[in-house]
Nanobody
């Protein structure tokens, strides 16, 4: 089992920045691919950014150039640096993990709320 705990959410004005963190604990198996997803009220959950075991990174078009995903393996921590935040970035942000050989993300955190005001 893998446990994921997010932190760092909050309320900011448009143009501001936040840095989310996700600490992983438990088994080291099943978390070599990690990602951030988000879900706004009334909308489907969407992928924001992902990073795999050899640090290949994919961003959603909506956040390219503004968000940066990174990880510190020594600290078992995944990060999401979010700059130039927009009101449309308002959502619950979730950290998720899977083994890179699996099809779907399997482990999920409880989420951290990000609210961007105009």
């Amino acid at each position: 089992q893998v446990q994921l705990v997010e932190s760092g959410g909050g309320s900011v004005q448009a143009g501001g920045s936040l840095k989310l963190s996700c600490v992983a604990s438990g088994s080291t198996y099943g978390r070599n691919c990690m990602a951030w997803f988000r879900q706004a009220p009334g909308k489907e959950r969407e992928g924001v950014a992902s990073i795999d075991s050899i640090d290949r990174i994919i961003y959603a078009d909506s956040v390219k150039g503004r968000f940066t995903i990174s990880k510190d393996n020594a600290k078992n921590t995944l990060y999401l640096q979010m700059n130039v935040l927009k009101p449309e970035d308002t959502a619950m942000y979730y950290c998720t993990a899977r083994d890179c050989g699996w099809k779907d993300y399997y482990y999920w955190g409880q989420g951290t709320q990000v609210t961007v005001s105009s």
